[in-house]
Every structure is written in C-alpha cells, then in structure tokens.
C-alpha cells in the first residue's frame, strides 16, 4: 500500500479537503536500500560510505524499486 504525505488545504464540519504532495517510499522499498532497508547506497549519505538507516526509514531521495 502507498503511503503519502497530504497537506490539509481547508476544513469543513463534513469534509477535509486534502491535496496529495509526495509519495513516501521507505527503506526497504527504496532501489537505494541494501540488505532489505539497512543500509543507503544514495548521494544523500553524509559520507563516501554507505550510510545505516531504518527500514521503516524514509527521505525525500527515494525511489521506488
């Protein structure tokens, strides 16, 4: 399942009206991600080597494998 992050633009007693910004692509999912989410194989990492992440982690680099 998709997950996204939404900005609430207005609300009324019976609806809030959402508009979609970006798709969240975790770690696991990520084509970046190596050993299943551990680790970052992206240019975001703040050194040559790869960088230890989460794999519920997320950035706003990923993409979807």
């Keep these: 399942m998709s997950e996204y992050i939404v ?9 809030i009206y959402e508009r979609e910004l970006t798709e969240i692509v ?3 999912d990520c084509k970046y991600g190596i050993d299943g989410g551990e680790y970052c194989a992206e240019n975001c990492a703040d ?19």
């Design 7 to 15: 900005e609430v633009t207005g609300q009324m007693p019976d609806a």
């Design 47 to 65: 050194s040559w080597d790869w960088r230890n992440v989460e794999p519920d982690g997320f950035c706003k680099w990923g993409e979807r494998k």
């Design 26 to 28: 975790r770690c696991r």
